[in-house]
């Protein structure tokens, strides 16, 4: 099964951004969703992000017009723009399928927003 890989995480200040990026270890052309979760200290694993095979793309309302999902199949990597970033988008960010399989889990990527 498709494992993947979460980088570009970091210590931001408000306002500024980030750009994440998922490396998968195979072909994700098949693959009709994925996603973008995140895990905020002391709650639990949210959705922030979909994108379908044909591009289409979905937000959770918290972060629409401040981030972007985007895929590139010949690359098998899932990114992840962040801008505009608040204290309330700190946490640890993984991508998976959507919906999620539990054994495709990664180690995410830690982000943190903080002046």
């Known amino acids: 099964q498709v494992q993947f890989v979460e980088s570009g995480g970091g210590l931001v200040q408000p306002g500024g951004s980030l750009r994440l990026s998922c490396a998968a270890s195979?072909?994700?052309?098949?693959?009709?969703?994925m996603g973008w979760y995140r895990q905020a200290p002391g709650k639990q694993r949210e959705l922030v992000t979909t994108?379908?095979?044909?591009?289409?793309?979905n937000y959770v309302d918290s972060v629409k017009g401040r981030f972007t999902i985007s895929r590139d199949d010949a690359k098998n990597t899932i990114t992840l723009q962040m801008n505009g970033l608040k204290p309330d988008d700190t946490g640890v960010y993984y991508c998976?399928?959507?919906?999620?399989?539990?054994?495709?889990w990664g180690q995410g990527t830690q982000v943190t927003v903080s002046s």
């Open positions: 998976n399928l959507y919906p999620p399989s539990r054994g495709n």
């Open positions: 994108i379908t095979r044909r591009g289409t793309t």
């Open positions: 195979g072909s994700i052309f098949s693959i009709v969703a």
